[in-house]
C-alpha cells in the first residue's frame, strides 16, 4: 500500500536550514507529483512546495521562494525539502503528500513532522 513517512522536523533557531525527508512506498515518485504542506498553530494548511514527474519541475508558495527547495531522488524514492533561513513563521507541522492512483486516485499524507523556529 502507499505510505510516506516524513522526517527530519525538530527546534532551530531563526536563519538555520533544515532538511525534511518523505520516503515514499507503494509508489513511484518519479511518476507522480509530491507535495509538501505545512499547518502552523490556529492556521489552515497550506501548500508549500511540489515536484511534478515530467522533468522535475518545481513550484512554491511566496512565503518560501528562495529560500526553500524541494528536490527527489528517484533512486532511494524519497523527495527532500531543504529549508534555508528559516523564521519564526515557518513554525508548522509539514506534511509530504501525493495523489496516487492505483485501483482508484486517492491522496495520500504522511503522519507529519513538526519544524519549530525559535531563539
Known amino acids: 500500500q502507499v505510505q510516506l513517512v516524513e522526517s527530519g522536523g525538530g527546534l532551530v533557531q531563526p536563519g538555520g536550514s533544515l532538511r525534511l525527508s518523505c520516503a515514499a512506498s507503494?509508489?513511484?515518485?518519479?511518476?507522480?507529483?509530491v507535495s509538501w504542506y505545512r499547518q502552523g498553530p490556529g492556521k489552515e494548511r497550506e501548500l508549500v512546495a511540489s515536484?511534478?514527474?515530467?522533468?522535475?519541475?518545481?513550484n512554491y508558495a511566496d512565503s518560501v521562494k528562495g529560500r526553500f527547495t524541494i528536490s527527489r531522488d528517484n533512486g532511494k524514492n524519497t523527495v527532500y525539502l531543504q529549508m534555508n533561513d528559516l523564521k519564526p513563521e515557518d513554525t508548522a507541522v509539514y506534511y509530504c503528500?501525493?495523489?496516487?492512483?492505483?485501483?482508484?486516485?486517492?491522496?495520500?499524507w504522511g503522519q507529519g513532522t513538526q519544524v519549530t523556529v525559535s531563539s
Open positions: 503528500s501525493a495523489l496516487v492512483t492505483l485501483r482508484r486516485t486517492d491522496r495520500y
Open positions: 515536484i511534478f514527474s515530467l522533468g522535475g519541475v518545481s
Open positions: 507503494g509508489f513511484t515518485i518519479a511518476t507522480y507529483a
